[in-house]
């Protein structure tokens, strides 16, 4: 069973900056896709960015201003966020699936999931 854990957030001020890390235990897929999620209170779990080896897809309102990367040696994926805005504030999740599946920002379509680390931008 794969684990993830994510570290990085905390509190920033409007136009800063954070990276975000999580790091993952072997998944027994060779090919897989992970992905990046948030929840802000009294709101859904919403798809902010999605990795599957060089393909990456984004949601409208981080476009421009967040990456994702992933470093397979270290089994590690980043979110680097720029430009914070009050809106990004929220609880970051990453998620894994296999590559077969494909990619999707539907939190629904992820079964491993890290415990989240809160991100706070005022």
């Known amino acids: 069973h794969v684990q993830l854990v994510e570290s990085g957030g905390g509190s920033v001020q409007v136009g800063g900056s954070l990276r975000l890390s999580c790091e993952y235990s072997r998944y027994s897929y060779s090919t897989y896709c992970m992905g990046w999620f948030r929840q802000a209170p009294g709101k859904e779990r919403e798809g902010v960015a999605t990795i599957i080896g060089s393909n990456t897809q984004y949601a409208n309102s981080v476009k421009g201003r967040f990456t994702i990367s992933q470093d397979f040696l270290e089994n590690v994926v980043y979110l680097q966020m720029n430009n914070l805005k009050p809106s990004d504030t929220a609880m970051y999740y990453c998620?894994?699936?296999?590559?077969?599946?494909?990619?999707?920002?539907?939190?629904?379509?992820?079964?491993?999931w890290g415990q989240g680390t809160q991100v706070t931008v005022s």
């Open positions: 998620a894994v699936r296999p590559g077969w599946a494909g990619c999707t920002d539907h939190p629904a379509g992820y079964s491993s």
